[in-house]
């Protein structure tokens, strides 16, 4: 396994894909922060030239974690079968575990790297930028990120495994949103007539960051600000690490490469 990972390594460190794409996202968020900047500069009493209203997108929305993390996976392993990459490491006498294992510490070490990248434009434009106080929104964003860490694990290992099972990534992109937003979003609201739904769709990641987090200009609400809203997250996204991992296994050994 680990001669896999360090192959895919040197292969994804050596095409342009990842950096095209951690390029891509850097200039949309320094762009958005420029937009930010010049408006405060042209318009007179403008409101939202201020670091804190910046971070505080990635602050209320961190379900975007999991999207990116979905999007790193397919990138890096979308195209696999057609170009006949994964019948050629089967081949080769690499476990099909090992394969499914190694692709998601491969994607999570991926995302991880371009989340490093990408965050040092944002913040760093957004501070160079705006202005008001810095302190109090990177603190927030720095726990939020955190506390979203292992939701975002598990929805990659989940965009791993689905990439597996189907053939076609768009497949796999529907029923990945399907399973981390729509079944969660349906829950909760059938939740105010079920009380078993509710209690379940109270611990699922897209509602807990979704549902259970605010930031704006008039102050933050933020589950991770205590010890057992911290908890709830690590322990929500544990539970998806398990239960995708234990499925992704399962897929990997009954899929047949095609």
Partial sequence: MLNYIKGEGYRITHSRG?????GIASGLLVLMNLVLYISNQNI???????MSFSLNNLIANLQILFISGFVVAALLF????????????VAYGIPRIHIFIGKCVVSIATALCCMAVILVF??????LLLGGPAAEPLGKMAGGIGAAMPSAFAAVILGVALLTLFEK??????VWFAVMNVIPVICYYAGFKVEILRKIAGWMPWNIFRFEVSANMSGYHCLWDTPSGLAKCIIAGAAGILIFGAAGILVSRKKEIG
């Fill in 44 to 50: 007179t009493n403008f409101p939202y030239g201020l």
């Fill in 122 to 127: 944002y913040v760093g434009s957004a501070y």
């Fill in 169 to 174: 990534d768009v497949v796999a992109a529907i």
């Fill in 18 to 22: 990842m950096y095209v794409a951690a």
């Fill in 78 to 89: 979308g195209d696999e079968r057609k170009n006949g990459t994964l019948k050629n490491v």
